[in-house]
């Protein structure tokens, strides 16, 4: 079955940084815009960011603009989120997505699960003193 593989997660202090990583199983990641979602105990999947396939513009939420840094490797076979700053409220399990609409990222000020696939079963990212 094919999915986007999410790693990376681990425990962080606030103020520390991880870089999560996403790699298919069974497509070529290259074709698609990916997305990053994350999901806290209680609460519902919200978008992260969101990189399209080569050229175009990234998306980041109001929450980690400026903390967090979506990216593609030279080959396009992974996409990294890089996490700087860490706060608590990062906490959560991370997704990665692609997104079946185009090759760019959604439009509109909020990036919302609609049309995303091959989630996978994340990678938990929590942040604790």
Known sequence: QSQ?????????QPGGS??????????????????????APGKQREGVACIPKTDGKTYYADSVKGRFTI??????????????????????VYYC??????QRCPSGGILSVAGFD????????????
């Open 18 to 39: 991880l870089r999560l990583s996403c790699a298919s199983t069974g497509f070529s990641l290259n074709v698609f815009a990916i997305g990053w979602f994350r999901q």
């Open 118 to 129: 091959s989630w996978g079963q994340g990678t938990q990212v929590t942040v604790s003193s």
């Open 4 to 12: 986007l593989v999410a790693s990376g997660g681990d425990l962080v």
């Open 97 to 102: 997505a692609r997104y079946l609409g185009a």
């Open 71 to 92: 990216s593609r490797d030279n080959a396009n076979r992974t996409v990294y989120l890089r996490m700087d700053s860490l706060k608590p409220e990062d906490t959560g």
